[in-house]
């Protein structure tokens, strides 16, 4: 391949405005994982990631987190493939182990509406887990519908819709290391 052309990747991305670099991604990571250390220490966790959206950040905080820690995932439905959410949450995929008497930090993407995790608190909760607390790389609280909040917020953003770190349009863009927004046109 000649590396003068561009790929069709980064074409793409060159029409996205970032929101948040790679290095601002990381190093809020790090704080992230620094501070989940200090409220855990001595305890263990286990990371339980929303599929698909916070595979990456669930990866990321992972490695900057000092405490004993497990991984599961859980996937939901809520967007199929547009920008606005359907309002309506499925399980798509349940955790592989129970979760009763673990200190449960459920990792999420974005927090938008709060339809999702609203949903999964109550389902988790129900299984009677040690603790449970939710971290989120990105909260958008202007679209709340439900009042809930996480208890870890990466960054606080305006209701732009994001792609890039994990987030998708239409299985779209995942791979990008920053977080990017989509020109208006993308609805």
């Known amino acids: 391949m000649d590396r003068t052309e561009p790929d069709s990747t980064q074409r793409e991305h060159a029409k996205l ?16 994982g620094a501070q989940i250390t200090r409220d855990y220490q001595g305890e263990s966790i286990l990371l339980l990631g929303v599929l698909k959206g916070a595979a990456i950040f669930l990866s990321d905080l992972a490695r900057a987190i000092e405490v004993e820690c497990t991984f599961d995932f859980l996937a939901t439905s809520s967007y199929g493939k547009g920008t606005h959410n359907s309002g309506e949450v499925r399980l798509t995929k349940d955790v592989d182990h129970s979760v009763e008497n673990e200190n449960v930090l459920l ?15 109550g389902m988790l909760l129900s299984r009677r887990p040690k ?22 917020v990466g960054f606080t953003i305006p209701n732009k819709f994001v792609v890039g770190y994990g987030m998708d349009f239409a299985e779209k863009y995942r791979n990008l290391r920053d977080v990017c927004t989509l020109p208006n046109d993308a609805d």
Request: net charge negative; proline share 2%; aromatic share 6%.
């Open 131 to 152: 603790s449970l607390r939710v971290v989120t790389l990105l909260d958008k609280p202007s679209r709340r519908l439900q009042q809930i909040e996480a208890d870890y």
């Open 107 to 121: 990792v999420e993407d974005i927090l938008d509406t709060g339809l999702t995790l609203a949903y999964l608190k």
């Open 17 to 32: 405005d970032i929101m948040y670099s790679q290095a601002q991604i990381a190093a809020r990571v790090a704080e992230l």
